[in-house]
């Protein structure tokens, strides 16, 4: 008992004196002590753990370890261990000004996310990838889409093969698909992307729609776009803007039976999807208010311009005549059956919040994905997979998305055990990213100058 108080004491010590800033792995062995580790290689924790990091590696996981005398040693005793989340559907500012992308990136970083992939790309995003890459940026790993193939910028089948040829060229890890693409622009993106080797994702075209979409072998469709369009008797005869987004305004008419067909197209040809859910939990759905917004812990790191755009899209999108809050709130659990039903289909369902989007402050609204996600059906260790496993798998990261010896070291000490109470993922007592250790004073002190 009198050695491991001892061993607390010198852990609290060693974290008072470094805790105001990160440290690297590649200098300085970090070890975190009595730490309960949830792997998510199964469903399971690890009890009481001592977790050894160097080089960006966790190089040994055990009860009792021998670590060096200069190792930064962390006091875990009653937290909890989990690899670091990704958001999927992540939007770094789409200019040239590096200040705005870092504040971003920060904010993802401080709140445990430590890879996320871009879906609105620029130019110079490729240039922030290699400087996070460096170590010269603090932010998770990117992965980037380049800039979107959309009904302004690809009018023509000659556009959309020039388009994506440069983005291949260019180094972009996959193409961005907007609305507004045609029975001509569609196909010459589809063909030219599988003869050059580069994946797209994103949105399903109204023209499009989610058959031919599928059809066409999407890595991942985000949004679930496309999937109530595709059930709705008489689609065919409707216009976009009589439909809604995302279908929300015909959602009711949806004929669940085409459910099991749109389940077996999904997995018969390998189809991620993103939900992005807390769209339509938080902007669409009615019982989410404005004042409900303005009062959360997140609000304050958005600039006020911001906040305001975001409560006045709310105010017209409930000022719209087509706005019937019962059926918006058909859509949200027609939604939630929809994410639950690829669930049970082996569909690879991926965590991305679409932030920063109205109303989803970036980092923060990846944790409100979570709850979304378990709100849809999913148990806690199902949805924590979307976040960490599964990313890992679709983005072909070895050793990533567990924890385990010889895995990259991109983990999130917690206060609590989510697996019992998903809430706990928002209790981020400490994040290891890119090698480096953010201690619970470093986040707080961080977070504090981001406060607009």
């Not at 990259?408 to 480096?436: H, R, S």
């Amino acid at each position: 008992m009198m050695k491991n108080s001892l061993i607390v004491f010198l852990a609290a010590l060693s974290t008072l004196a470094f805790g105001q800033q990160p440290v690297d792995s590649r200098a300085q062995e970090i070890v975190l002590l009595m730490v309960d580790v949830i792997p998510m290689d199964n469903e399971r924790v690890l009890a009481d753990q001592t977790v050894i990091i160097r080089d960006n590696k966790i190089v040994a996981i055990g009860s009792k370890l021998k670590y060096n005398k200069s190792a930064h040693v962390v006091n875990a005793n009653g937290k909890y261990l989990i690899p670091g989340l990704a958001e999927m559907h992540a939007h770094v500012p789409p200019n040239d000004d590096l200040e705005s992308m870092k504040e971003v990136l920060r904010l993802f970083a401080l709140n445990g996310i430590t890879t996320i992939r871009g879906m609105l790309g620029h130019p110079k995003h490729l240039e922030l990838r290699e400087m996070i890459n460096k170590g010269e940026v603090l932010g998770p790993r990117l992965f980037t889409t380049g800039p979107s193939f959309n009904g302004s910028s690809v009018k023509t089948a000659a556009d959309a093969e020039k388009m994506v040829r440069e983005q291949k060229a260019a180094g972009y890890d996959f193409l961005k698909l907007h609305p507004g693409l045609t029975m001509e622009t569609f196909p010459a993106i589809v063909s030219t992307a599988k003869s050059v080797g580069i994946p797209f994702v994103g949105h399903v075209s109204f023209k499009v729609g989610i058959w031919r979409a599928i059809d066409a072998d999407y890595s991942s469709i985000d949004h679930l776009d496309g999937f109530i369009e595709g059930m709705v008797p008489g689609i065919e005869n409707m216009s976009e803007q009589e439909t809604g987004l995302f279908a929300m305004y015909i959602a009711d008419r949806a004929d669940e039976s085409q459910v099991p067909k749109l389940m077996k197209g999904l997995k018969d040809h390998h189809i991620w999807i993103v939900p992005t859910q807390s769209l339509a939990e938080r902007w669409f759905a009615p019982d989410f208010t404005s004042e409900t917004f303005l009062n959360d812990r997140a609000t304050k790191y958005m600039n006020k311009t911001t906040v305001d755009q975001w409560v006045e899209n709310k105010r017209n999108l409930i000022a719209n005549a087509q706005y019937v809050p019962a059926k918006i709130e058909s859509l949200k659990n027609l939604r939630r059956r929809l994410i639950k039903a690829c669930q049970d289909n082996g569909i690879g369902l991926l965590l991305g919040s679409d932030a920063p989007q109205v109303f989803n402050v970036p980092g923060f609204s990846t944790h409100s994905e979570l709850q979304y996600m378990v709100a849809a059906g999913l148990t806690p260790y199902q949805a924590l997979k979307a976040g960490t496993v599964n990313v890992a798998a679709y983005l072909k990261m070895k050793d990533a998305g567990v924890i385990k010896e010889g895995a990259v070291a991109d983990l999130v000490l917690l206060g609590g055990n989510p697996l019992a109470n998903i809430n706990e993922t928002q209790k981020v007592e400490g994040v290891m990213l890119n090698g480096k250790w953010l201690s619970k004073e470093y986040i707080d002190a961080e977070l504090k100058k981001l406060e607009k």
